[in-house]
């Protein structure tokens, strides 16, 4: 049974899929274990590290860390300093490990890893999130995600104040213009029936969406009774013009040139939704450094 992990009221990763992704990266980096650590770490050896931002941020990765440690050797203790979720300022004290030191330093690089990775994600998306507040827009991820690490980068936008899209292929319908184009050959008076066809193989709970790549396409794609209508690459007016058609009649959502300098004008279009493959695709690991302080006859 699928466990997730909570941190406050923001519903955290997979616990599965985490630890498939910590036993895999343990495989991959120590798979017969330390050599350095076994060879020159005393085995009583105890360790203190502390995490500190040297940049400023918003959080995600904690209960990850705390996961990665459990894994390696119960004995290490994690103490959160800062929340998922929370911003951070340069020189913050994010948390503290402390434990056996062959534990702490086999484990150190892989947690630091994810938690990098992932408050990139969370700040990248809170800056978006940020920049459309006071608008009815909804920024959220795509599947453009680093493959593996769906679970924990899908999370870290929720840490962001951002929101999911469709998880994979298997949970909702997206019917994009290469399905499109296969189902109609190009023939835009196909488009109705194409959808109705296939909206009648679903299940009544399924959510349908559409992508449209022209105006033209807009009142075809409705008049099959779409849940969500996506506006790929339209210009500014374009956007306002499909809101405008579309009048209610289904969600609207704005995909394409969605960047920091253009998502508010993007929502004041009137969209629902704004979709980011950038804010996991594209970030750069935030810099989190980790400060370790080792007492070789262990801890008194």
Same mark, same amino acid.
């Given at each position: 049974?699928?466990?997730?992990?909570?941190?406050?009221?923001? #519903?955290?990763?997979?616990?599965?899929?985490?630890?498939?992704?910590?036993?895999? *990266?343990?495989?991959?980096?120590?798979?017969?274990?330390?050599?350095?650590?076994?060879?020159?770490?005393?085995?009583?050896?105890?360790?203190?590290?502390?995490? +500190?931002? $040297? %940049?400023?941020?918003?959080?995600?990765?904690? &209960?990850?860390?705390?996961?990665?440690?459990?894994?390696?050797? &119960?004995?290490?203790?994690?103490?959160?300093? !800062?929340?998922?979720?929370? &911003?951070?300022?340069?020189?913050?004290?994010?948390?503290?490990?402390?434990?056996?030191?062959?534990? %702490?330093?086999? /484990?150190?690089?892989?947690?630091?890893?994810?938690?990098?990775?992932?408050? =990139?994600? *969370?700040? *990248?998306?809170?800056?978006?999130?940020?920049?459309?507040? /006071?608008? $009815?827009? +909804?920024?959220?991820?795509? $599947?453009?995600?680093?493959?593996?690490?769906?679970?924990?980068?899908?999370?870290?936008? $929720?840490? /962001?104040?951002? @929101?999911?899209? +469709?998880?994979?292929?298997?949970?909702? !319908?997206?019917?994009?213009?290469?399905?499109?184009?296969?189902?109609?050959?190009?023939?835009?008076?196909?488009?109705?029936?194409?959808?109705?066809?296939?909206?009648? +193989?679903?299940?009544?709970?399924?959510?349908?969406?559409?992508? %449209?790549?022209?105006?033209?396409?807009?009142?075809?794609?409705?008049?099959?009774? !779409?849940?969500?209508?996506?506006?790929?690459?339209?210009?500014?007016?374009?956007?306002?013009?499909? !809101?405008?058609?579309?009048?209610?009649?289904?969600?609207?959502?704005?995909?394409?040139?969605?960047?920091?300098?253009?998502?508010?004008?993007? =929502?004041?279009?009137?969209?629902?939704?704004?979709?980011?493959? #950038?804010?996991?695709?594209?970030?750069?690991?935030?810099?989190?450094?980790?400060?370790?302080?080792? @007492?070789?006859?262990?801890?008194?």
């Amino acid at each position: 049974m699928n466990q997730t992990l909570t941190t406050g009221f923001l #519903a955290g990763p997979d616990e599965r899929a985490l630890d498939r992704v910590i036993l895999t *990266a343990l495989e991959e980096d120590a798979a017969h274990g330390d050599l350095t650590s076994e060879a020159f770490i005393p085995l009583a050896a105890t360790a203190q590290a502390v995490v +500190r931002a $040297r %940049v400023p941020g918003v959080l995600s990765g904690g &209960p990850v860390v705390q996961r990665v440690f459990a894994l390696v050797d &119960p004995r290490v203790r994690v103490t959160a300093l !800062v929340e998922d979720g929370e &911003p951070f300022e340069p020189g913050d004290r994010l948390a503290v490990i402390e434990g056996p030191a062959r534990s %702490v330093l086999l /484990g150190e690089r892989i947690a630091l890893n994810l938690m990098q990775r992932m408050s =990139a994600i *969370a700040t *990248a998306t809170q800056e978006l999130v940020a920049a459309v507040a /006071g608008t $009815r827009a +909804r920024v959220v991820d795509t $599947r453009k995600t680093t493959p593996g690490l769906r679970n924990l980068e899908r999370y870290a936008v $929720r840490c /962001g104040g951002g @929101h999911n899209h +469709r998880y994979s292929l298997s949970d909702a !319908v997206m019917v994009k213009d290469n399905h499109l184009a296969v189902l109609t050959g190009g023939d835009s008076g196909k488009i109705t029936q194409a959808l109705l066809d296939g909206k009648s +193989r679903l299940g009544h709970t399924v959510h349908l969406e559409v992508e %449209v790549d022209g105006l033209e396409m807009i009142e075809p794609v409705l008049a099959a009774g !779409v849940d969500t209508i996506m506006l790929d690459n339209f210009s500014l007016e374009d956007l306002a013009e499909g !809101v405008r058609r579309v009048a209610g009649r289904a969600l609207v959502e704005a995909s394409g040139n969605v960047r920091l300098d253009t998502i508010a004008a993007i =929502a004041a279009t009137g969209v629902d939704i704004i979709s980011s493959g #950038a804010i996991t695709h594209s970030v750069a690991n935030l810099d989190l450094g980790l400060d370790i302080d080792i @007492h070789p006859q262990g801890t008194p």
